[in-house]
Every structure is written in structure tokens, then in C-alpha cells.
């Protein structure tokens, strides 16, 4: 069916306009998600300063550092300050450990936030590789394909 020049002239305003209004919007919220990663980049693992963490970190970081992710000496290590990382786990919405459901539980913002966590934390390992933390965690928390597929194209390294 064709429609009179006035007619499409309508439409095609309309059309410009309904565009125009949705561009806007999904860059505003886009700006709002953004505003808020940043704010978490901000306050990421301020927990760790306090008095209560701080003072168990500093016996084992030595121990960590030239440990390997996942390995038994790097859980044995952890597990001497247990209360200190509980006390972290419960004020950091970005580890799975805080959540009843875990990774389920989580928001994107959660969820990013997380994954340049492990991106940061593998580089702190002599050996440190994204991708293995990645594997190592897909146990640890039962993650799906496609949430490793994310964590990998969106993280990992690269080969």
C-alpha cells in the first residue's frame, strides 16, 4: 500500500524522532551503568584496609604471590586466615561467596566487576593466567559454558 508524500513525511518524522528518543535513552542508560562500574572500581576491596583484614593478609601475602592459583599450597595459605576473607566475602557483592545462590545471584555490575578481579588478582601470581583462574573457578562456583565463554572473550588471555 502506498501512502501520499505528506503521509511518509509524517511517518518518516515520526520514525526519526522514535529513533532519536531510543538512541537517547540507551546512551543514558548506558552512562548510569558505566557511573556505577566506575563508582565500584572506586570502592573495590576497601574492606581489605580495615584493621581486621588487613593484619591477616599481611602474614600470608608473601605465601600467595609465589603460589599458584587453585593450588594446595595457595588454599592452604587462605584458609590460615579464613576469618578475614568471610569478613571480605560478606561486605563484596563482586565475589560469588557473598551471594546465597553464588554467580546466580549476581548483577552484571556484580559479575564484571568480578571478572576484572580475577583479570587483576592472576597478575599478582608469578605464573598468573586469566584463562586458568577462569577454569579453575567454572569448578568452584559450577559456572556454565556460557558464562566461561563470557569471562573468556571478555578477560582472558589472549594466545
Not at 24 to 40: A, D
Not at 138 to 159: H, Q, S, W, Y
Request: charged letters at 25%; aromatic letters at 12%.
Amino acid at each position: 500500500m502506498i501512502v501520499s508524500k505528506g503521509r511518509f513525511i509524517l511517518n518518516l518524522f515520526s520514525h526519526i524522532i522514535g529513533t532519536t528518543t531510543h538512541k537517547l535513552r540507551v546512551f543514558i542508560y548506558l552512562f548510569i551503568f558505566c557511573i556505577k562500574l566506575l563508582y565500584r572500581g572506586l570502592v573495590h576491596d576497601l574492606s581489605k584496609y580495615s584493621w581486621y583484614e588487613s593484619k591477616h593478609y599481611a602474614e600470608i601475602i608473601h605465601l600467595l604471590r609465589g603460589s599458584t592459583y587453585g593450588s594446595v599450597i595457595y588454599r592452604e595459605s587462605l584458609r590460615h586466615i579464613k576469618p578475614a576473607i568471610k569478613h571480605h566475602y560478606k561486605r563484596s557483592k563482586h565475589h560469588p561467596e557473598h551471594w546465597e545462590n553464588e554467580i546466580n545471584d549476581m548483577s552484571l555490575l556484580d559479575f564484571v566487576e568480578m571478572a576484572y578481579d580475577w583479570k587483576a588478582a592472576s597478575k599478582r601470581h608469578k605464573n598468573g593466567d586469566t584463562n586458568k583462574s577462569i577454569d579453575v573457578n567454572k569448578k568452584r562456583f559450577n559456572m556454565d559454558e556460557t558464562a566461561v565463554t563470557l569471562l573468556k572473550n571478555t578477560i582472558g588471555d589472549k594466545k
